[in-house]
């Protein structure tokens, strides 16, 4: 599928082999407006997801509610330095097809912010990678509603 209309597209990149396969198949197969961009996105999980779980409440009556900032900041330590490996990975790539992209990194939940970052930029395509799943699980998913910018790259 090669089309010179695009004149936004965002690529998805979480890490995964999937999602860096879903990037290169966009490089191999997607042709740009020559003032078109293509944005690779990443998504960091707040720090309270990323990490599951927060510092056991002070025992005996102490406040369960209290937020430790040296842990706080210890997640999100680890997850920039995680977000710049998968950005550099997706970089890389990127740089051995000789194809210059942005980046793009957020905060938040990603099938949330994934849709709102590609609404924002008017995308004409968002490409994500898909797990390996069987048939009947795929059919259950597809059967939900997705946002009409969304094309299911394996149907391509």
Known sequence: MATGDLASVVVAVDGSEESMNA????????RLRPDGELVVLHVQ??????????????????PSEVEVPAFTQAIE?????????????????CSEKNVEVKTEVVVGDPKEKICEVTANRKAD??????????????????????PSFVKIAADL
């Open 45 to 62: 999980p707040p720090p309270s997801i990323a990490a599951g779980l927060n510092p056991a409440p002070i025992p005996f009556g102490g």
């Open 77 to 93: 330590a680890h997850q920039r330095r995680v977000t710049q490996a998968i950005l550099d990975h997706a970089l890389k790539i």
């Open 125 to 146: 395509l968002l490409v994500m990678g898909c797990r390996a799943i069987g048939p009947l699980k795929r059919l259950k998913q597809r059967s939900c509603l997705v």
């Open 23 to 30: 990037l290169r198949w966009a490089l191999d197969n997607l």
